[in-house]
């Protein structure tokens, strides 16, 4: 296990430096410019091009990433162009409302997601199954912006029973905190409860027809063990996998969940350092949503072994 570790670990560091290296070349060549931002509209080119030398953006792109890629290694993010301040500093103050949205997804998401695809699958073909696959459909259909303006329309607009938009911190109190995270988090785990309920009946489904859930019947033992004991453990696998996804798939979802809600998060610092152009900003949150990625899948691959021990590295 310890030599999987390892060299998982070392295989992370080309997988990052290829994501560095591909937001570096994204920010560069997208349009607009920094520099004619920050002196505005009446400046002269001579005002820009007295900017774009201040901020380094006059030198070859080779010499800017080896510059920023440098500052990485020693770990330094660099310093928001507009902000005035590191990159360190603004994601660890942006990071708690981010967190906090995300892992109330997921376990929203797992402890509705995962019960429900077992159910399907031991009512398979039933009234739940059918209900189960059109959920899914529709899930899937309906982008996730829209479902947060059709709950703030409805649950906080119209019945006003939760806050409409804003993040109260865990530091005010645990109630607060969860009011104004119900509705972002609902809107967001509809995609995500589908996508897992959907894979733990197929899963579920197909373990449900093996021989030693026939072997355990026969035995006696009860459809409630049968189902968590043997057909759900035996599933758990890709039922991880899926779950392992969801997680990492939140980081898209977060960005748009949080500008909808106006949550000041890392989803919101992103969408703003993209409209001001702040490369920096822009590259150091991208490059911390990769390790968060990279960490998740090498979670599920060790989970893999406690799951099913006939799996070995």
Partial sequence: MLSFLLRRAVSTLPVLLI???IVFMMTRLAPGDPAALMVGDSASLSDIEQVRARLGLDRPLPQQ??????QVVQGELGKSLFLNQSVATLIGQRIEPTLSLAAFTI????LIAVPLGVLAAWRHGGWLDRALMSFSVLGFSIPTFVIGYLLIWGVALKAELLPVQGYARLADGVLPWLTHLALPALALSIVYLALIARVTRAAVAEALTEDYIRTARAKGISERQVLL??????A???IVTVI???VALLIG?????ETVFAIPGLG????????SRDYPLIQGITLFFSVIYVLINLLVDISYVLLDPRIRY
């Fill in 19 to 21: 994501v560095a290296l």
């Fill in 65 to 70: 990433f080896f510059a920023w890629s440098g």
């Fill in 107 to 110: 376990v929203l998401t797992v």
């Fill in 229 to 234: 004991r043997h057909a759900l453990a035996n």
């Fill in 236 to 238: 758990a696998v890709p």
């Fill in 244 to 246: 392992g996804i969801g």
């Fill in 253 to 257: 979802g977060v960005v748009v969940t």
């Fill in 268 to 275: 919101q610092l992103t969408v703003d350092a993209v409209l």
